[in-house]
């Protein structure tokens, strides 16, 4: 596998960017490899202990180090949020089709190796585990993230996303204002 490394990059090279993958240590932007329906749907259905991603570039959270790479797998259990850039799956229309106008306002905490938070809209309880359905991941409307340094031009991506994917074993502390 090449792989290239620079301290100094600002930003990488252009390529084709589909998701987006925000782990303790990187932010992964690239193609999830055999994705076939939407990025929340392969999350929960997800058998295998490792995502494969192409065209990756990572994005040191601790010193806006830029690695690019062919290739990367991403441990399940290190996902913190994720976001479907391109979609090519129907998620904006699904929502609209869901109607979905019961949506409490949250702060979901981060505790790990690099402190941030995530604010937005949830289905109520949405953070909570549910035996009936065992999803592994909620949605987040609207999410703002602070605690990053968002002003890199490799970070800025995430002031943009109209939506999150959350995994809730992640989230060390829930302020819900519902």
Do not use: W
């Not at 990059?9 to 589909?18: K, Q, R, T, Y």
């Not at 009936?132 to 890199?152: A, C, E, S």
């Amino acid at each position: 596998m090449n792989e290239e490394s620079s301290n100094n990059a600002n930003i990488a090279d252009p390529v084709f960017v589909e998701d987006l993958f925000l782990t303790d240590v990187f932010l992964i932007k690239g193609r999830l490899a055999h994705k076939t329906k939407r990025l929340s749907n392969v999350l929960e259905d997800n058998q295998r202990q490792y995502l494969q991603v192409h065209d990756a570039t990572l994005v040191s959270l601790r010193n806006n180090e830029v690695i690019k790479t062919p290739r990367v797998m991403i441990n399940v259990d290190e996902l913190i949020l994720a976001h479907e850039l391109f979609d090519c799956a129907g998620d904006a229309t699904m929502k609209q089709l869901s109607g979905n106008d019961k949506e409490n306002r949250i702060r979901a905490f981060y505790n790990g190796s690099v402190q941030f938070e995530v604010g937005g809209q949830i289905e109520p309880g949405a953070y909570e585990s549910n035996k009936m359905t065992g999803r592994k991941y909620f949605i987040m409307n609207g999410p703002i993230v602070r605690g990053l340094d968002l002003d890199h031009p490799e970070l800025k991506v995430l002031k943009t996303i109209d939506y999150a994917i959350l995994k809730k074993d992640r989230m060390a502390y829930v302020y819900d204002f519902g």
